[in-house]
């Protein structure tokens, strides 16, 4: 007979997963042939309808419905109705494609860009007050660094002064 704690270590391995298949035929057969503890009698009804296929019923006429349909299957000559069906679905995911392009397709692609000035001088105007406006923009964000700049070089000239 075998021991009880080893059939407990091989339950707990199987539960996790992490047995070998000769290790499962082990606790077949024990629960097979043996006579066990009350308290596998769970885990033997478990063994039993798992590696026993004939305490499953199937149901009737299953065997013929499934030559039925893998004969069906096999001759691969699909009715009219499926190859209609099929034809139809082609032609509505094309439909749908083409529709999509059209009416996702915005009008503003189309514009050329065109001059917001008709006089010349008036833009060149208008281009100076830009620039004027970033650059003064640009100076106030790099007026700190005057700052950091005159730091920099009080310290090298106290390093130069230092080392020389």
């Known amino acids: 007979m075998i021991e009880e704690n080893f059939i407990e270590q091989l339950l707990a391995a199987f ?18 042939n043996e006579d066990f503890n009350e308290k596998f009698k769970t885990d033997s009804e478990l063994f039993q309808t798992l590696y026993d296929s004939s305490r499953i019923p199937l ?31 082609a032609a509505a995911v094309i439909l ?41 923009k640009l100076n106030q964000g790099l007026s700190p660094l005057e700052k950091v700049k005159e730091s920099v070089n009080i310290t090298n000239q106290l390093l130069n002064h230092n080392f020389n």
């Open 15 to 32: 539960y996790n997963g992490e047995t070998t298949p000769e290790e499962e035929e082990v606790l077949l057969n024990f629960f097979k």
């Open 59 to 89: 149901p009737e006429g299953l065997s013929q419905r499934l030559e039925k349909s893998i004969d069906k299957h096999i001759s691969g000559s699909p009715s009219l109705k499926t190859m209609f069906i099929r034809i139809l679905s």
């Open 96 to 136: 749908l494609c083409i529709s999509l392009f059209f009416f996702t397709r915005k009008q503003d692609d189309f514009q050329i860009i065109a001059d917001t000035y008709s006089n010349p001088e008036e833009a060149a105007v208008a281009a100076e007050q830009a620039l004027m406006l970033v650059s003064s």
